[in-house]
């Protein structure tokens, strides 16, 4: 069982920065890819960016590549998304994730583990 909770989001204005960060409890998160997504209002949960289980692997959407970056620090086990130039359309409840395996994926429903989620609202 991995437990997850997310924080650090808030509102902020368009172009400025949030960090995101979740912290895993349980069974040994190192071993187990992460991802977050984000569910904006009205609309269906979809894909932000995933990181492998060690972090030499990650991959970003193509709506926030260059602005979005995923990190873990497998020793405090925790995953963050550092995001910059934020626009409003980034507005959304993000929401943290862990697969039951090593590698990461794009896809929503290749994960077990889910947070509550952490708003992030961005004004124009």
């Known amino acids: 069982q991995v437990q997850l909770v997310e924080s650090g989001g808030g509102l902020v204005q368009a172009g400025g920065s949030l960090r995101l960060s979740c912290a895993a409890s349980?069974?040994?998160?190192?071993?187990?890819?992460a991802g977050w997504f984000r569910q904006p209002p009205g609309k269906e949960r979809e894909f932000v960016a995933t990181?492998?289980?060690?972090?030499?692997?990650?991959s970003v959407a193509d709506s926030v590549k260059g602005r979005f970056t995923i990190s873990r620090d497998n020793a405090k086990n925790t995953v963050s998304l550092q995001m910059i130039s934020l626009k409003p359309e980034d507005t959304a409840v993000y929401y943290c994730a862990s697969r039951l395996y090593g590698d990461d994926s794009s896809n929503l429903y290749d994960y077990y583990y889910w947070g509550q989620g952490t708003q992030v609202t961005v004004s124009s």
């Open positions: 349980g069974r040994s998160f190192s071993i187990y890819a």
């Open positions: 990181i492998n289980y060690s972090g030499r692997s990650t």
